[in-house]
C-alpha cells in the first residue's frame, strides 16, 4: 500500500492516523506541493483532480480524504470505525461533511491563510471555522465521540483541523468539550501525529 501525501496536510495526515489505528503499514511518497508536483502529468494519472492525498493499494487508486477513510474503514476496520446500519452511517457521513466543509473551509483556509500565505480572507475563514467548532461543541458536551458510543472516521475526519486549529489563529480555549475530545483521540492504541499537534 502506498500513500501519496505531504506532512503538514491535514488531509493527509487524516489517513495516516486511521492507519496507525488500524495498525495498517504502508510507503509513503511524499508529494511537493510548493513545487507543483501534484499537477505534473504523472501525479494526474493517479488523481485528475490534482491533490492530495492518494491512496494505492495493489492497484486500487483512491483519492480525496473522505473517500480513503471510507475505504480503509469498511476494508480493514470492522463495523467499528464505519457502521453498517443506515441511521449509524449516516450519523457518520453527517460529520464526515463537516470536516469537508465549515472545517474545511474554516479552519483549514485559515490555518493555509496565515501559515502558507494563501489568498484567503482569515477573519472570514476563523468566523466560519468557529461555527464548526460551536457545533463540535454541542454535540461533545454530552457525547465522547461525534457518532456513537465510541470513534469512528468521523472523529478522525474532523480531528486535524480542529486540533491544528491554533495555528490558523482559532484558540480553542472557549470548546472545554472540543479539547477534552482531543486528548480522547490523542490517548487512542496506536495514535501518531504531526507537526503542530504532537509528535507521534
Known amino acids: 500500500m502506498k500513500l501519496y501525501d505531504m506532512e503538514l496536510s491535514g488531509n493527509c495526515y487524516k489517513i ?32 485528475p483532480r490534482g491533490q492530495i492525498p492518494v491512496l494505492d493499494d495493489d492497484g486500487l487508486l483512491i483519492w480525496d480524504s473522505s473517500a480513503i477513510l471510507v475505504y480503509l474503514a469498511r476494508q480493514y476496520g470492522g463495523e467499528q470505525w464505519l457502521p453498517l446500519a443506515a441511521p449509524a452511517m449516516a450519523t457518520v457521513m453527517q460529520w464526515l461533511s463537516l470536516a469537508q466543509n465549515e472545517l474545511l473551509y474554516g479552519l483549514a483556509r485559515a490555518r493555509a491563510a496565515k501559515k502558507f500565505k494563501r489568498p484567503w480572507d482569515q477573519d472570514q475563514c476563523r468566523q466560519h471555522g468557529r461555527q464548526g467548532l460551536q457545533v463540535l461543541e454541542q454535540r461533545l458536551a454530552n457525547n465522547a465521540w461525534l457518532a456513537g458510543p465510541q470513534p469512528t472516521i468521523a472523529d478522525i475526519a474532523c480531528y486535524p483541523y480542529v486540533a491544528l486549529a491554533p495555528e490558523g489563529g482559532v484558540e480553542l480555549a472557549e470548546f472545554p468539550a472540543v479539547l477534552a475530545w482531543i486528548e480522547r483521540i490523542r490517548a487512542l492504541p496506536g495514535y501518531v501525529g504531526m507537526p503542530g499537534i504532537g509528535a507521534d
Not at 19 to 24: K, S
Open 16 to 47: 495516516r492516523l486511521l492507519c496507525g489505528l488500524l495498525g495498517i503499514d504502508y510507503e509513503r511518497v511524499p508529494i511537493d506541493l510548493m513545487q507543483g508536483q501534484h499537477k505534473a502529468e504523472a501525479f494526474l494519472q493517479l488523481n
